[in-house]
């Protein structure tokens, strides 16, 4: 008759209270060597037993820690080679599937257990302490390969880890502003040439922005403007002075060019094509009223055709360059007014 079978049981009666109870997992806890596979006292006698010896089990755990403690340890101990190997062997037999199985848990428990950890590391110095050293070792351990890991990794992320630091730095200079404020005028002052250069990159990549503050700070930069010529004034006219001096023929060709505006003339001309006119001419003078004579640094700038007159031009098509006396003495005549210039058309 199997022990698990209640229907038509065999009886059994309990050493303890006497009782005749049938022989099943109902009545009787298990027992593989007894008397139909179970025990010789009943389930409730087994469990008044237990209640009843509760506190002085706990008490005589308690007199005999060290005791227990020690055979439980030399339980361990004994048995350690062997449970070792057994385990090593389990694991090399289930390696793929425990990895997987790690991995899965892992992805599974993530926030719980990185929550587990976080609240650990604050609370722990210790433990603290332990994982600190652990990364350090790691880190000097795996050098090379971190490096190379982080960048490829950087690579691999350019555009959100870009948004991610842009995201981070909003928030970092939200909290830090004053800091940021102080620190960057003190690199300003320390390297003030940078500091011209990085604004004006900004202000080329960033001209609308550039457009609205102005327009929104218009009357400050107005005063400014102002404030600087007035405070400038001697220096800005020498200046324009010098640079009248160094760009002579510039100056006169926009002179000549503006004139010609003025007067309806088509057509333009640059000092550069001044200097090959000039160079076309020998450096005389175009005209015959003064015998071709040397130009030097004293010419200048002629249009054949006035431009007071019709059909005339300010492009180098009409343009000749003539001593001051030449030019004086034609003046607005055509060339066939002033025979003298040895130019009739
Ligand atoms: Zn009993
Ligand atoms: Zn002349």
Redesign the pocket.
């Known amino acids: 008759m199997h022990p698990h079978d209640t229907t038509d049981a065999p009886q059994k009666t309990c050493s303890k209270c006497g009782e005749s109870k049938p022989a099943t997992l109902e009545y009787f806890h298990s027992q593989k060597l007894g008397r139909y596979g179970v025990r010789s006292v009943c389930k409730v006698c087994t469990a008044a037993y237990k209640i009843a010896t509760k506190e002085q089990n706990r008490a005589w755990r308690e007199a005999n820690k060290e005791r227990l403690k020690e055979s439980q340890r030399a339980y361990y101990q004994q048995n350690r080679e062997e449970r070792l190997e057994k385990q090593k062997a389990y694991y090399e037999a289930h390696r793929e599937e425990r990895i997987e199985y790690t991995h899965a848990w892992y992805e599974i428990n993530r926030e719980t257990q990185n929550e587990k950890r976080r609240a650990r590391y604050q609370a722990d110095p210790k433990y603290r302490k332990q994982i600190i050293e652990s990364v350090r070792v790691y880190y000097q351990e795996n050098r090379e390969k971190r490096l190379l890991y982080s960048r490829a990794y950087h690579r691999a992320n350019r555009e959100e880890r870009i948004e991610y630091a842009r995201e981070y730095g909003k928030i970092w200079y939200k909290k830090n502003r004053e800091r940021k404020i102080e620190s960057d005028r003190k690199w300003k002052q320390a390297n003030p040439e940078k500091a011209r250069l990085y604004t004006r990159k900004w202000q080329r990549a960033n001209p609308e922005k550039v457009a609205a503050y102005y327009e929104a700070n218009r009357e400050y930069f107005i005063e400014k403007n102002r404030a600087w010529y007035q405070a400038n004034r001697e220096r800005k006219r020498i200046a324009v002075r010098d640079w009248r001096k160094a760009n002579k023929l510039r100056v006169r060709t926009y002179g000549q060019n503006h004139r010609a505006r003025k007067h309806n003339a088509p057509g333009s001309h640059t000092a550069e094509d001044i200097q090959a006119q000039y160079k076309r001419q020998k450096g005389r003078?175009y005209?015959a009223?003064?015998g071709y004579?040397k130009l030097g640094d004293s010419y200048e700038i002629e249009h054949v055709i006035p431009v007071s007159r019709e059909n005339t031009s300010n492009g180098m098509e009409n343009i000749v360059l003539?001593?001051r006396?030449?030019n004086a003495s034609k003046n607005n005549k055509l060339p066939h007014e002033w025979p003298e210039g040895g130019r009739l058309l």
Do not use: D, K, R, T
């Open positions: 003078c005209y009223a003064c004579s003539a001593c006396s030449c």
